[in-house]
């Protein structure tokens, strides 16, 4: 068992393999009192397994976060899969499907910017909103490049990216995005949680600017985002 | 006389101008998605919630959008089953 700070909030793992401890090694905190406490169990181990063919420290990971996650929507906080990246304090978020882009466009953008480019979490950052507005917070998950830290920053846009011929970049509506948002996050399956989630979700895409964007792999494309993203924070 | 009613475990919910059946519970382990609907498939729904045969939702449409005509209504309601056919059970029963 060990306690961690994850979105600001303490949270208890109950685990069987050290990876998991390992993973969360700059998350972790001496506090004592957890929140609540999640723990996973042999045959949910087993099933993950199955579907990730992977090593069961690997595979209780995966079930630990994906447990905390749903545990944190009454914390107002859920997982969000995509890439987000800070600038000047702001940060942004890129969803695109598995394998098209977004570990691109993070390094497009440290070509663009340099160090004041800093990255929050390359796959699946935390969403939560304090104090009416909605924070990205890094994880120990962050995908097969490893990419963020233990940082968080208010969220100043969403970009749903396509790899396109050509830079083009548009403010979307929330009946446009709502599908391919709800993608990106992590349903819940009990009632009670699902309609808190959705409540989240319908504030996040009320809240925050959403774009969607077809680009090329060049700084251009960066650089329009950025730019876009930026201006759009102005209302 | 058939029955139609929305399979436990669905639920409906507005966001923004639309609305959005999910899956709970039970139901959430086989489907982990959601439907979007408009106002009208809402109405439809919340019909359907307490158990409703196709003559009669027909009927209610009929009185509610008055430039239907009994076959478009006919139509679109084939159309909205068949789209809504995961989260909708049809039970035979006795006239």
């Not at chain 1, 979307?172 to 309609?195: F, V």
Request: with cysteine.
């Amino acid at each position: 068992m060990f306690c961690m700070r994850i979105a600001d909030v303490t949270v208890g793992v109950d685990h069987r393999y050290e990876y998991v401890r390992e993973l969360c090694r700059d998350y972790l905190t001496e506090s004592a009192e957890p929140a609540f406490t999640v723990s996973v169990s042999d045959t949910e181990i087993m099933d993950q397994i199955m579907t990730s063919e992977c090593s069961r420290g690997y595979a209780e990971s995966l079930c630990v976060f994906r447990k905390l996650c749903l545990r944190l929507v009454r914390y107002d906080a859920f997982l969000m899969h995509c890439a987000v990246i800070a600038v000047d304090g702001t940060a942004y978020a890129f969803a695109a499907p598995s394998g098209t882009g977004k570990t691109t466009h993070i390094r497009l953008w440290r070509e663009l910017l340099g160090d004041r480019v800093t990255v929050v979490n390359g796959d699946k950052p935390v969403m939560r909103f304090v104090d009416g507005r909605l924070i990205a917070y890094g994880t120990p998950w962050r995908g097969k490049e490893e990419l963020g830290g233990n940082v968080s920053y208010p969220l100043g846009g969403i970009c749903f990216l396509e790899q396109g011929a050509e830079n083009v970049i548009r403010k979307a509506g929330m009946s446009e995005i709502l599908p391919r948002a709800l993608r990106q996050l992590l349903l819940p399956k009990d009632g009670e949680t699902m309609e808190r989630f959705l409540t989240l979700a319908e504030r996040m895409l009320r809240t925050v600017p959403c774009y969607e964007m077809r680009c090329t792999v060049s700084t251009d494309a960066a650089e329009l985002a950025y730019r876009t993203m930026k201006e759009g924070l102005n209302g | 006389m058939k029955v139609y009613r929305t399979k436990k475990g669905f639920i409906i919910r507005s966001m923004g101008d639309e609305y959005l059946i999910v899956a709970v519970g039970e139901a959430a382990e086989t489907f982990n998605g959601f439907i979007r609907t408009n106002r009208t498939g809402a109405f439809f729904w919340y019909e359907l919630e307490k158990g409703i045969t196709k003559e009669d939702l027909v009927r209610k449409m009929l009185d509610k959008y008055e430039d239907l005509d009994e076959e478009k209504a006919n139509r679109d309601l084939d159309t909205y089953l068949a789209r809504m056919a995961v989260a909708i059970d049809v039970e035979e029963r006795a006239e």
